[in-house]
């Protein structure tokens, strides 16, 4: 497990298996959304400053640090299943949110995946990795969620679009399962589909 530790000066963390914590980093930032890599040798996570927040790639082994974004709002970075690409949320062409998929390593340029007139939030790449599961944050009918597929016409398919908000989406490794939070019952609460 991987955590951040504080309040707006954090500390990375990880916990084994036997409940024991230590930092993986001495140093204490404004750390936010730490995600392992599906080989669990590199963490990518988002460092806020005064100039905007950028994703990061900390390789476990090699203990060094690689700097992915450099401009605008870039946070709540999460792995592609083959571990080679980063995905996560941006602002960098306007005012909006949209989701930018970027090689891990830094080799090249971040590629804009989905943007709509709309905030797009917390996308997460299915285990096939042609698909991408999303939060779309609309005027009318609050936050929901959504489908992109990566290949073909990237056009957006509904699966949760009610009155109530949902959040937060994840997905099974085998991609059979969806958990999300919704307040439908009129609290915040974990659902599974």
């Not at 936010?32 to 476990?60: K, N």
């Not at 007139?117 to 999303?134: K, S």
Request: proline residues 6%; aromatic residues 8%.
């Amino acid at each position: 497990l991987v955590y951040v530790h504080g309040g707006s000066v954090r500390q990375l963390m990880a916990v084994d298996e036997h409940g024991a914590a230590r930092p993986l980093l001495d140093d204490r930032r404004a750390f936010g959304h730490p995600r392992y890599s599906p080989d669990g040798g590199r963490i990518a996570f988002d460092i806020q400053s005064a100039q905007g927040t950028d994703i990061w790639v900390y390789d476990l082994a090699a203990r060094t640090l690689q700097r992915l974004t450099n401009n605008a709002i870039n946070d709540r970075p999460e792995w592609t299943p083959d571990g080679r690409k980063v995905l996560y949320s941006s602002n960098r062409s306007g005012i909006h949110y949209g989701l930018w998929l970027q090689a891990a390593d830094g080799s090249a340029p971040a590629d804009s995946i989905y943007a709509d007139a709309n905030i797009i939030r917390e996308g997460v790449v299915l285990p096939d990795g042609h698909q991408v599961i999303f939060r779309e944050d609309t005027r009318d009918n609050g936050r929901d969620i959504l489908m992109l597929p990566l290949d073909g016409a990237r056009t957006a398919v509904p699966l949760l679009t009610t009155p109530a908000d949902e959040l937060m989406p994840r997905v099974s490794p085998d991609g059979k399962w969806l958990t999300y939070v919704s307040d439908e019952s009129g609290q915040y609460e974990v659902y599974v589909r």
